[in-house]
């Protein structure tokens, strides 16, 4: 049968949309037939149940669809929703290779990203299907023992003295330095906050954080000054840009790689994840080399 043409009279397409149903009905059927009975006498692979235009559908692609459908339904699927299921498949692989034909993987750049996408999965999938053993683990873990090494934390306290627009700024630090005199005299800090200093926006929570975190609540300047300080030790006043702090540093816990046997799943993770990475870059440099790639001489 000559394909179907844009510019055939429209006096034909009656009855070639007939032929082609029923060809289509010829093929669902004969489909359905390679499920009741032999698929060497329907003159298909034993691992098929169609062939549309050369291309074959799979009988595993068809037991998966129709197990899921069965458990989408929770009930054993009739005779008569397989038969959908078959025809469902024949009108996708129909669909796919028209849409290969009008040019849609090159020109669509929607479907193209969908194709880059399931390669990358399927590529991926494979390499992170296979397990690690503990021995890679260790000397994964022992390899990039900068990687899973867990930052420092700090707990800190402060008195803030805000510096207000038109103050004066000397005489908020000259208070600042006196918060500070008063703590190294033996005083408690609460007091001399509560006497002295003013009110924060964001307080700085009683608990031993990362140094990033600590930065978000009292900024880098008044963070490297903290980060200088030993346990017990109390700051100068140290200006930001909202005013001045005096620090108390509580407690420091130093950063630290954690041992394989604390973090067994964040070590198995990674490594799965870069089993993938590994993987697909593998794959690309091997398409690379098997393709011919001319860059334009204004390429950088």
Same mark, same amino acid.
């Given at each position: ?13 009656? $009855?070639?949309?007939?032929?082609? @149903? ?13 499920? &009741?009975?032999?698929? #060497? ?6 691992? @098929? ?17 129709? %197990? ?7 009930? *054993? ?12 498949? /024949? ?21 193209? #990203? ?17 397990? $690690? ?25 402060? /008195?803030?003295?805000?510096? +207000? +627009? ?14 500070? #005199?008063?703590?190294? #005299?033996? %005083?408690?800090? @609460? ?13 700085? *929570?009683?608990?031993?954080? *990362? ?9 880098? &300047? ?28 509580? %407690? ?5 790689? $954690? ?15 870069? @089993? ?23 390429? *950088?």
């Amino acid at each position: 049968m000559r394909p179907m043409t844009d510019g055939a009279p429209s006096k034909d397409r009656g $009855p070639l949309w007939l032929l082609l @149903a029923g060809a289509l009905v010829g093929v669902v059927a004969a489909a359905w037939g390679l499920l &009741t009975t032999d698929p #060497a006498v329907a003159g298909l692979p034993s691992q @098929a149940v169609a062939r549309v235009n050369g291309t074959l559908l799979l009988a595993e692609d068809y037991r998966r669809l129709v %197990e899921g459908l069965e458990s989408d339904l929770r009930q *054993p699927v009739t005779d008569e929703m397989k038969r959908r299921v078959v025809d469902r498949m /024949i009108d996708e692989e129909l669909l796919v290779q028209r849409g290969v034909e009008l040019g849609l993987v090159a020109s669509d750049r929607r479907v193209r #990203a969908d194709i880059t996408s399931a390669m990358i999965r399927s590529v991926v999938v494979e390499a992170e299907d296979r397990q $690690p053993t503990e021995e890679e683990l260790v000397r994964f873990h022992a390899e990039e023992g900068a990687f899973f090494t867990r930052p420092g934390r700090l707990r800190v306290r402060q /008195i803030f003295f805000r510096v +207000r +627009r038109g103050a004066d700024d000397e005489q908020v630090a000259a208070k600042a330095a006196q918060a500070r #005199a008063a703590l190294a #005299a033996g %005083e408690s800090f @609460a007091s001399v906050r509560e006497a002295l200093g003013d009110s924060e926006v964001s307080p700085v *929570p009683d608990a031993s954080l *990362p140094p990033a975190k600590l930065r978000e609540y009292i900024g880098p &300047t008044a963070l490297r000054r903290v980060m200088e300080l030993e346990p017990g030790e109390i700051s100068g006043p140290v200006r930001s840009g909202t005013g001045y702090h005096v620090f108390e540093l509580l %407690e420091r816990e130093e950063a630290r790689i $954690p041992g394989f046997e604390e973090i067994p799943e964040q070590v198995r993770n990674e490594w799965v994840r870069r @089993a993938g990475d590994r993987a697909l870059r593998e794959y690309l440099d091997q398409l690379r080399e098997r393709a011919r790639v001319e860059l334009s001489d204004a390429t *950088p």
